[in-house]
C-alpha cells in the first residue's frame, strides 16, 4: 500500500475539521464519508461516496482505515465493527464513556493488524514535548508535587442548549471531565501515570441548568507518594491554566504558553536536610525553557498515523492508552458522588452502577433534559 484511503464518520464541528486538511495530507486520500443526517453534506466541497449507515461504509471496500468523529457513546461499537473488517481506527476522545468500554474496545483490538490510534493532538504540541522530555531526561528529578488549575473551559448555558445530547448523562454520559478534559487527563497520565488513588469533590449542574458535572477538584497520589491536584470547570471566565510541578530540581511551571524552570542551588531534599537557616529562602536560578516550533494538532496525528501504517513512524497516541483517560475521569466521578476515596484502577463495576443511577434519576427527576439517542435515530430514519 502506498495510498491510504479513508473514510470519516461524522460530520459535526470536529469532523468537520478533519474533512478540512485532507487535502494537506500525504499518502493519503478521503474517499467516503458518513453522517446520519443527509442535510450534512451539503457542507462538502469535493465528491466523495456518501452514506447514512456506518457499517455499509466500512464494508464498501471504498476505505482502508476510518476517523470515527461521532458521539463519543457510540464509538466502542464503531471501533469494534472496523477492527472486525480489518480497517484501522483513529478514535476522537474519549474513545469511551466508561473503563470498561474502553478495555473491551482494546480487547477487540487485541491479535488485530490494524493500526489504532486515538486524536490526542495535544501530544503533539511543543510545550507539551518538552515537559515529557525534561521528565523523562532527568532535569527536574523525582516528583514531589504536582497542581494542574485548567479552567479556562468556560461555556454558556446557550452552549449546553444547542444540543438536546450536552449536558446530560443519556445524551453525553458526563461533563467537563467527559467531554473537555480528555485531553488534560490523557497529558496528566502521559506524563505522571495513573495515580494510585485520589479524593475528589464533584458537583452536578452546580453553575449551568444541566445534570452533569460542571465543577471539580481533585487530590491525589502519584505512584511515588508524591501528590497531585487537578481542578477543572466550566463556569470560569476568565479561566487559567497553569500547571505546576514541583520536584527536586526545583519548580516547573507552564501558563500562557510560557515553561519556566526555577531551578533550585541544590536538590530540595538536600537542602531541607542540610540547611542551617531555620527560614532558609533563596532567589532561584530562573529560566526560560526555549520551545522549537514545529507541526502539531490533528493533522499531525492523523499524517503519524497514515505514516504509521505505510512503515514509516511510531505511533504518537496509541488507541489503547484513552483507556486512561477514561479511568482517571471515572475515578474522579466516583469518588466526588460517592463521597470517598477511589483507588486506580476504578472499579468497572461500581462506576457502570453509578452511571445507571445517575441515569435512571435524570429519567425520573429531569425528564426534560434526556435525549433519545434511539429516537433521533429513528426520526432520521437511520433505524427502525
Known sequence: ??????????????????????HELEGAELTAVCDVDETKFARLDAPVAQF????KMLDSGKID?????????????MAKAAFARGIHVILEKPVAITSREARMINAAHEGSDVVFAAMFQMRTEPVYNKIKELLKDGTLGEIRRVSWIITNWFRTQSYYDSGGWRGNWTGEGGGVLMNQCPHNLDLFQWFFGLPRQLTSLAYLGKWHDITVEDDVSVLMEL???ATASFVTTTADTPGTNRLDIAAENGKLVLESGVLTFYKTAEPV???????????YSENPEVIEIPVDAKPH?????????????LGKEELIAPGTEGLKSVQLANA?????????????????????????ELRQDE?????????????YLRGLGVVD
Open 223 to 225: 505512584a511515588n507518594g
Open 65 to 77: 482505515a476510518v476517523i470515527i468523529g461521532a458521539p463519543h457513546v457510540f464509538h466502542p461499537e
Open 332 to 356: 474522579m466521578l466516583l469518588s466526588g458522588l460517592k463521597g470517598r476515596r477511589v483507588d486506580l484502577p476504578v472499579s468497572e463495576d461500581e462506576f457502570d452502577e453509578l452511571l445507571e
Open 363 to 375: 429519567r425520573q427527576n429531569a425528564p426534560d433534559k434526556v435525549f433519545d439517542w434511539d429516537a
Open 269 to 279: 531534599q538536600t537542602i531541607l536536610n542540610t540547611s542551617q537557616e531555620g527560614f
Open 1 to 22: 500500500m502506498d495510498r491510504v484511503r479513508f473514510g470519516l464518520i461524522g460530520l459535526g464541528n470536529i469532523g468537520i475539521h478533519h474533512y478540512s486538511y485532507f
Open 52 to 55: 447514512k449507515d456506518y457499517r
Open 297 to 309: 494538532g490533528h493533522r499531525y496525528i492523523t499524517q503519524n498515523f497514515i505514516n504509521v501504517i
